[in-house]
Structure formats: C-alpha cells, structure tokens
C-alpha cells in the first residue's frame, strides 16, 4: 500500500527535485529522493562494547547532528529533553550498567540489595571515585570525591514525588518508584521503594521505564550557585563540557585517564547540521566523521564511500507506533489512592471514534452513533484496530528505513522482543478470563461485549484494508457519498526516529486516506504544546511517535512502563490508563518469581493487542552514518537513552 502511495505521491516532483539536487550540497536545500532501483543496505554486525583506551586519544571526531539545543547541568529544570542528550555525550557515569546480559550491573554503585520486605533499597556507592571540573569552572578547583550524598541528592532532585518542581518527564518514573533517598554514611544510600519492584529498578544506564539517574555534583551546584551551574554538567563521565552554542555547535573534552573506560578520542564535536543532504556532503568532503542518518537514504551510503554502523545491539532498536492517548479507563490513582474524574477530561468533550468513553451517564456527550449491540468501547476498539490494519509496516520499512529494521505490531511486541510468537491471537474470551484471573471483574472494560467473540484477533496484524474496511462498517463508520467513514487528526515532529519520522507519519496517514478517514496532520511544538496535554490527560489525537520503550533488549518477565499507567501521575505519560495495567505494575514489579512474572507479562501483552492501545509501526536500528577513512566503529553498551552511544566507545580509523 504505503510503496504504492509513495511512488504516486513523489513521481510528479521528481524533475523538481533533480534540479534541487544541484544545489543542494552547497544550500542544503530539499532531500533527494532515494533511487528505487539500490537494494536495501545489509545490517552490519554488532561488535562488542569498545574496550576502554590506556589514556586518552588526541582525535578529535565530528558529529553532524539536526540539532544542537543547550545541555543542562541542573537536570530538575530541564523541560522535554535536549538534543543531543546529555547521557549520550560522556558527562555523566550511571549507578548501574547493561552488561550485555544483566541490565543491572554494577558501575557507580558497587552493590545493591532489597530487603526482604521489598520496601528499601540500599546501594553501596564505589570510593575513589572523583568529579570532574569543566573548564567554566576551573576557578572554583577540584569538587571533589563522588559519594552517597551526592546519589541521594540527585535521587531526590530528579524525583517529582520528592522535587515536585521537577519538569523532565522521568521525575514521574523515579516517583513511581522511590521515596526519599537518604545517605546512611559517606558510601551508602537507603531509598524507601513505593512500589515492590524485584525485575528491574529505574536507576540504570539501561534506562529502565524510559528512566535513569544524572549523578551530578552536588558540591558544584552548591558552590557556583544554581544559574551557573543550569547549563553546565558536572559528573564523574569521561568528558567534561567544553565551549556550546545552541543551534551551531557544541565540544566536550576527553578528561586524561577515567576511572573505568577511558576515551579513545580527545575531543567531541557536534555541529548543527539541518538538511541530510548538507550532513552526508560534510562526511564526503572532511568537514563530519560521522552523521544522524535518515533511514531512507541508507542505500546511497556506499556510493558515497560512507557506511552504516550500529551503535549498541541488534536487540537496542528504537520503536515507533501511533500512540492512542484519551482512553482513561480507571477513576483511582493507583499511585496514591485518590479519586480521579476521568470523564471530565478534554478528550470526551465530543465523541472520537477512537476514544471509548466507559463512564455511561457520566460521558459529557450523547453517544448517537452506535449500532445495535456495539458500545462506545468496542466500538473504539475496532476502529483502532480497522486503521493498525491500515498501516504499511513493511512499506515504511523498506522505503524510509533502507530495509534495515522490522515492524513491530504494539510498542512492546515484535520479531525482536522476547516473547514474541507470530502465530498468537488473541480473543474477547481470553480477555474477559484474565480479568477474572487478576480480580478485575469491576473494572471498566471487563463486561464489554464484543461484537464478534469468536473473532481471532492476531499479534502479527496483517497490512489489510479490506478487513480494516470490514471492521469499520461493523463499527458503524461506512463510507459516505464522498468516500469519507470519518475525520481525525494527528500529531507529527521530528521523533525519536530523526527526521524520516515525519513521513512515517505521513505514510501512516495515506493509509488511513485510503481506507475513507480524512486525516489532518498536525506539527504543533511537541515540548510546548504537545506533552502538557499528555501530561494533564487531555491529549485526544493520536501520536507518531515512541512512548516509553526504547529497546528490545528487556529481559521477558518486564512490567508495562508506568507511563503506560497512572504510576507517571502528576507528569507526562503515554495518556491511556486503566486498572489493568496498573494491576500489572504493581504485581509484574512485585511478584518475586521469575515464571509467573513472564507470564503475567504475556498475558499484559495480550491486553495491549486485544485493546489496540499502541498503532505499532517499525522498529529500526539505533546507528549513524560513518566515514571509514576516520572511524572504524562505535559500540555502547545497551541503553535506551538516544539514538547513538556514548563518545567514548568511538574507536577511530587507525
């Protein structure tokens, strides 16, 4: 479908586009589009993790990037995020690793226990470990050893239970999670946990539920003062910040010797670099060693005497779906037990055929539009479904990801996550038993009949718009005499995908336009506009974007994350709630066996599948477009924190 639509929407300004290519180089002016006739480039293989240099090199590397904003130093007052990520620029060492195996190894934190009441966390903090002074602040000299004091300050700061001044969206996660963290002694830390947790704590570089901790210098931000220390980083990492200009350019320096993974390169350089097309020029001609790639042009790459690397695993790659945010299905907080009033939210102001409105007489409007026997939830339900089977994953992959990737049919479900069984259905049965299973024969979306029970519902959901066609005449959306079922609108931006994510959503939305639903796109500022909506609830169109998992390298027994849940409460979160997946946070999190925590994931799957409460799309690899005359490899360690690793697993060209 989607290669169909791409070819008769882009043939008529291919002559245009010729011309552009002309003076695209020097202007960075409209990406070329990629020759049909190049076979998808191979995945290359992943190495293992760059071992640490004997002291630092004296390259420097150059990283052309979309788009360089500040870094921040006092992470607590970070809005919606910065590019590039401070986690992927070396400032900072994490309490906890991904060992390849275990996403909870060892770092910072040498050791770390949960009692057996499952209310207390104890880390014992590495000594000799020191801070690092940028060259901002070489005035004020040395701030000295890392020790608890300085995890439990950051524990606390980055907590929105604790700090509920916090403005970065992972202050929810650690919220969820931690009470506050007090320092026993110069090397321990005691952290009361609000939630039994024994698969996975959010305090790794793995970045756990979307999460992890800055560990930065308390004794720095106390002696520059808060202003000053705002946009500078100070941690323990093997780069210090160097001279930064937003929106041009920004430099971090190899510190001599590091702790445990000294760089290979002296200097790190990213430089604002817009258009693709200038990006790739700037690596042919000298000017870049490396690249942020639009997966659409990968196949140009070796004609370009360029290639493309993986950064981390074949298993750590980036996920897309259209999130369905506004189906608020639960009236308690599970996080503190208040009451809450979903039905008062912005999005059951009118009725969306995809939001399912469970509230009876309490939902603001007359719901008209139902055939006999389909509620507003099923109804939703198969709408959400009609259009998952409206989207081209396979088309979007091989044309705007070069063949690299491979779809997936819910964020947390596809060929490369644990689990995964392409023959598995799903049926109203199994939903209806596992909510009698867990007690949650009073929850909302228990009693909703289903239009056809018997209906085999698939977790490798077919591109078929036939069926998807089929289900929305079942939901009472025909088509009308102008080809039109029913509007809706969605929201586009430059996504963890880069800048391909904007016609992933348009691909999205041809398919929906095929298929009769008039699609309106909307680009509005996702950090300014966007996120406070998703935050307050009030988000009622669907989302292209990633929510909250990042990678496919959790281990089979992972709760949902609790921006899945009304655990993210107060702050931002994925905008769809209810008792079920709260019920599997807290009992995936809490439950002690491996066995039953795998198959109560399972079963939570089985819920997002039958609900549709994720669009999935594709799945592509985490990687950057290299020169091979200047850079042999980068490979980090597994983290679902950026689209690339960390400088210090650069291994230049010899």
Request: aromatic share 10%; hydrophobic share 40%; charged share 20%.
């Amino acid at each position: 479908i989607f290669m169909k639509i791409f070819r008769k929407t882009t043939l008529p300004i291919l002559a245009l586009i010729a011309l552009v290519a002309l003076v695209g180089i020097a202007c960075g002016d409209s990406e070329e589009e990629t020759p049909a006739a190049v076979e998808p480039a191979a995945a290359p293989a992943t190495a293992a993790v760059t071992a640490p240099a004997e002291k630092a090199g004296t390259v420097t590397v150059t990283f052309a990037i979309a788009e360089v904003s500040e870094q921040f130093g006092d992470y607590p007052v970070q809005p919606y995020g910065a590019s590039p990520g401070e986690l992927n620029m070396g400032y900072y060492d994490q309490l906890l690793v991904h060992d390849g195996t275990d996403p909870l190894s060892p770092w910072l934190a040498e050791e770390w226990t949960i009692n057996d009441a499952g209310n207390e966390l104890t880390l014992k903090i590495k000594q000799g470990v020191n801070f690092n002074t940028p060259e901002e602040f070489s005035s004020f000299g040395d701030f000295g050893e890392l020790t608890a004091h300085d995890v439990a300050w950051n524990l606390n700061r980055q907590n929105a239970m604790v700090n509920p001044d916090i403005r970065s969206g992972l202050g929810a996660q650690l919220g969820g999670t931690f009470g506050k963290a007090v320092a026993t002694d110069d090397y321990t830390v005691k952290v009361p946990m609000v939630t039994d947790i024994f698969w996975g704590i959010p305090i790794s570089e793995f970045d756990i539920n979307d999460t992890t901790v800055v560990i930065d210098s308390k004794k720095a931000y106390e002696t520059v003062g808060a202003e000053a220390k705002k946009l500078v980083p100070v941690g323990t990492g093997p780069f210090t910040i160097g001279e930064w200009e937003p929106n041009n350019r920004g430099t971090v320096h190899a510190i001599p010797k590091h702790w445990a993974e000294t760089a290979h390169i002296g200097t790190f350089v990213v430089v604002q670099v817009p258009e693709i097309t200038s990006r790739l020029a700037m690596m042919q001609t000298g000017q870049a060693d490396l690249g942020e790639i639009d997966f659409a042009r990968l196949p140009e790459l070796p004609g370009m005497g360029l290639k493309f690397i993986t950064t981390m695993s074949d298993k750590d790659t980036m996920t897309l779906s259209v999130i369905w945010p506004g189906n608020l299905w639960t009236d308690v907080n599970a996080k503190t037990g208040e009451a809450l009033t979903p039905w008062e939210s912005e999005v059951f102001a009118v009725d969306h055929p995809w939001i399912g409105c469970p509230w009876e007489d309490k939902c603001p409007y007359d719901d008209t539009d139902n055939p006999d026997g389909i509620s507003d939830m099923e109804q939703a339900r198969l709408v959400r479904w009609a259009l998952g089977m409206a989207i081209d994953r396979e088309g979007i992959n091989e044309v705007l990801q070069g063949g690299l990737g491979t779809p997936i049919y819910q964020e947390l479900m596809g060929p490369k996550f644990p689990g995964w069984d392409p023959n598995r259905t799903v049926t109203s049965a199994a939903i209806k038993g596992y909510h009698e299973k867990y007690g949650g024969t009073d929850w909302v979306e228990y009693d909703v009949p289903a239009a056809e029970p018997d209906y085999k519902w698939p977790w490798k959901i077919p591109t078929d718009l036939t069926e998807a066609g089929r289900l929305l005449d079942l939901a009472g959306y025909p088509k009308g005499s102008d080809g039109v079922r029913f509007e809706i609108k969605m929201n586009k931006y430059r996504c963890e995908t880069g800048d391909v994510c904007l016609e992933q959503a348009d691909a999205v939305a041809a398919g929906w336009e095929e298929l009769g639903v008039k699609t309106t796109l909307l680009t509005e500022e996702y950090g300014a506009v966007v996120v406070p909506r998703m935050a307050n609830r009030t988000q009622a169109y669907p989302v292209v974007k990633n929510c909250s998992v990042e990678t496919a390298n959790y281990p089979l027994d992972w709760p949902p994350p609790p921006s899945d849940s009304t655990f993210s409460r107060p702050s931002w979160g994925c905008s769809f709630e209810s008792k079920y997946l709260d019920y599997m946070y807290v009992n995936i999190n809490g439950e002690r066996d491996k066995a039953k925590r795998e198959s109560l994931h399972l079963d939570m799957v089985d819920y997002y599948f039958y609900w549709q409460l994720y669009g999935g799309m594709v799945q592509p690899p985490r990687g950057v477009a290299a020169n091979p005359a200047t850079i042999d490899s980068w490979s980090s360690r597994s983290s679902a924190a950026g689209a690339w690793g960390r400088p210090q697993h650069i291994l230049p060209a010899k």
